[in-house]
């Protein structure tokens, strides 16, 4: 809701420490100086600016849903509630109990699942499905279906927005029970349909040459221009790691693409320091040195499998990479060794 002119009068001189004869007087001679080009209500505000007040009420930026990925922090959303899942209550591993609630939520671009935390929780009380609410100053981490989860704590806020309707597209809309930790099964890969989610002991065996390291909009995640956003100018920006290729068990070649934390558990290295080398060494170089050393490389690899959002391939979406342990792959066969003398008796 707008203020006053009495109003933000009122609050200048509550937070500028200024006299309201000395700030009329500095409304009058900025109505002067713009000569009639600026309304009063105008010119106080500038007035109130350059004293450190803002009187403009300021609107977070809202996201889609679609443009949601995991490591975003202050988050806004305006969705429609779907669904409202039972709490559950859990020990803190500094003492005392704490509680989470899930919802699913969406908006015409997709649905997301949201966890609320602790006292948050609290702020669903007057909440229902059906409702429209804004979701502010959340933050985004990959949730269990190497996706991307919304999560409300300690700095976040959930309010009912009146008076609006979202349409969320009955295809986007899940059903029955509230969504359980996906299982990963050990397939060969040549066994594995779209959807599936796997893990699977396979080598690397060709990596696209593609930059790994991208800067993007903390806001709107679009791809800096010389450190620009086109949207909100200059920003800090999102570093983003992102690595593809083929991975092969020996039964089948499937197309990955690993994110953020699996490109730094593939490398080896943080982002600081990937970003430091390819400073110092520039891109090409540094994909030729520590890059294509992945080709060979023996991992194990927990994912999903779906179709590309680019193309028509099957792709492995990595949600965890492991180096291949040998003594407890050893073992392992031993133990099946055994298990076979023992039934041929």
């Given at each position: 809701?707008?203020?006053?002119?009495?109003?933000?009068?009122?609050?200048?001189?509550?937070?500028?420490?200024?006299?309201?004869?000395?700030?009329?007087?500095?409304?009058?001679?900025?109505?002067?100086?713009?000569?009639?080009?600026?309304?009063?209500?105008?010119?106080?505000?500038i007035v109130g600016k350059e004293l450190g007040v803002d009187l403009v009420?300021?609107?977070?930026?809202?996201?889609?849903?679609?443009?949601?990925?995991?490591?975003?922090?202050?988050v806004?959303?305006?969705?429609?509630?779907?669904?409202?899942?039972?709490?559950?209550?859990?020990?803190?591993?500094?003492?005392?109990?704490?509680?989470?609630?899930?919802?699913?939520v969406g908006d015409d671009s997709g649905v997301v699942r949201v966890s609320v935390w602790n006292e948050k929780v609290e702020l669903l009380n007057?909440?229902?499905?059906?409702?429209?609410?804004?979701?502010?100053?959340?933050?985004?981490?990959?949730?269990?279906?190497?996706g991307v989860e919304v999560r409300v704590g300690r700095q976040g806020n959930i309010r009912k927005v009146e008076g609006v309707d979202i349409s969320v597209p009955e295809g986007y809309?899940?059903?029955?029970e509230e969504p359980k930790k996906r299982e990963y099964k050990e397939v060969?890969?040549?066994?594995?349909?779209?959807?599936?989610?796997?893990?699977?002991?396979c080598a690397i065996s060709l990596v696209f040459e593609r930059p790994v390291l991208h800067y993007l909009c903390p806001t709107c995640k679009t791809k800096l221009n010389e450190g620009k956003c086109e949207n909100h100018g200059e920003v800090k920006p999102d570093r983003f790691l992102v690595l593809s290729g083929v991975v092969d068990d020996g039964t089948a070649a499937v197309n990955f693409v690993a994110f953020r934390k699996n490109v730094e558990a593939l490398l080896n290295m943080s982002v600081d320091e990937i970003e430091e080398k390819i400073k110092i060494?520039?891109?090409?170089?540094?994909?030729?040195?520590h890059v294509v050393r992945l080709i060979g490389k023996e991992v194990v690899v927990?994912?999903?499998?779906?179709?590309?959002?680019?193309?028509?391939?099957?792709?492995?979406?990595?949600?965890?990479?492991?180096?291949?342990?040998y003594t407890s792959l050893l073992k392992k066969v031993l133990e099946e060794v055994e298990k076979a003398v023992e039934v041929g008796g």
């Open positions: 809701m707008e203020l006053s002119e009495e109003e933000m009068i009122n609050k200048i001189v509550e937070n500028a420490q200024i006299s309201r004869e000395e700030l009329l007087k500095k409304v009058e001679e900025k109505l002067e100086e713009f000569g009639g080009l600026v309304s009063r209500a105008g010119a106080i505000i009420e300021k609107k977070p930026k809202i996201l889609k849903v679609e443009n949601l990925i995991p490591g975003l922090n202050q806004n959303l305006r969705v429609k509630v779907i669904r409202i899942y039972s709490s559950h209550e859990f020990n803190k591993k500094n003492g005392g109990a704490g509680k989470v609630v899930n919802l699913l007057n909440i229902n499905e059906g409702d429209v609410i804004e979701i502010l100053n959340g933050y985004t981490r990959e949730d269990d279906f190497a809309v899940r059903d029955g060969d890969l040549i066994d594995a349909k779209v959807g599936d989610a796997v893990t699977c002991r060494m520039g891109e090409k170089r540094f994909f030729e040195e927990r994912g999903l499998l779906k179709e590309s959002d680019i193309n028509d391939f099957v792709e492995l979406v990595v949600t965890r990479v492991d180096d291949v342990n």
